[in-house]
Each structure stands twice: as C-alpha cells, then as structure tokens.
C-alpha cells in the first residue's frame, strides 16, 4: 500500500526557515496533485498549499502567501517541497503531506485528498 512520508521538521525561531519534503514509500499512485495541510493543538486541520502533478499549479492559504513555496522534485516522480520562510509562532502545528490520485483541483477541502501522510512536527519559538 503507498504511503506518504514526510521529512524536514524540527524547531526554528521565529523569522527563520524550514525545508519539508514528501514522497512515497512503496508503490506510488498516479497523481493529479499534492499538497500540504497542517493541524495546531485544539484546532482543526487546515489547507496550507498544493500543486499540480506537472508543477505549473500552485494554490496557498492566504496565511502563508509571500512565505511559504511549494514545489515538486521534477527528477523524482511524486517527489514535493514546502519551503518555509520567514516562520511565525503561529505557524507551529503538525504538517501533513497530502496526495490527490482522483482530481487535481488543488482545493483547501481534506476531502479532495485521498492519501494522507502520518506528519511532521513544525515548531516555532517566539
């Protein structure tokens, strides 16, 4: 069964950056997209970006636009990068790598994401 494995967390002070990276372990599905969503202690689980399988697409939440870039590996199939530039307090949470085998609409729902990886704890000290 394929299964998504993150790499790259860890704790930064505020204003510093982080690299995150996903790809498949074991058989790798066809993908339409793939993205990440991230959750917070007592809060629910949020969109933070996607992209296309070809890399052309991206889609970001508002809350991370201008810091945050996502990309694909174009050497490594199903291979996706989130950097993390100029980290905020409130950017700590678990950050999950996600894959989208059915639709590619790059969309903020959970739902639209069929593969989930098990996450990656981002933590930003003040």
């Known amino acids: 069964q394929a299964q998504l494995v993150e790499s790259g967390g860890g704790l930064v002070q505020a204003g510093g950056s982080l690299r995150l990276s996903c790809g498949f372990s074991?058989?790798?599905?066809?993908?339409?997209?793939m993205g990440w969503f991230r959750q917070a202690p007592g809060k629910e689980r949020e969109f933070v970006a996607a992209v296309s399988w070809s890399g052309g697409r991206t889609n970001y939440a508002e809350s991370v636009k201008g810091r945050f870039t996502i990309s694909k590996n174009p050497n490594v199939k199903n291979t996706v990068y989130l950097q993390m530039n100029s980290l905020k307090p409130e950017d700590t949470a678990v950050y999950y790598c996600v894959s989208d085998s059915l639709r590619g609409g790059l969309g903020p729902r959970p739902s639209e994401y069929d593969v989930w990886g098990q996450g990656t704890q981002v933590t930003v000290s003040s």
């Open positions: 074991g058989r790798s599905f066809n993908t339409y997209a």
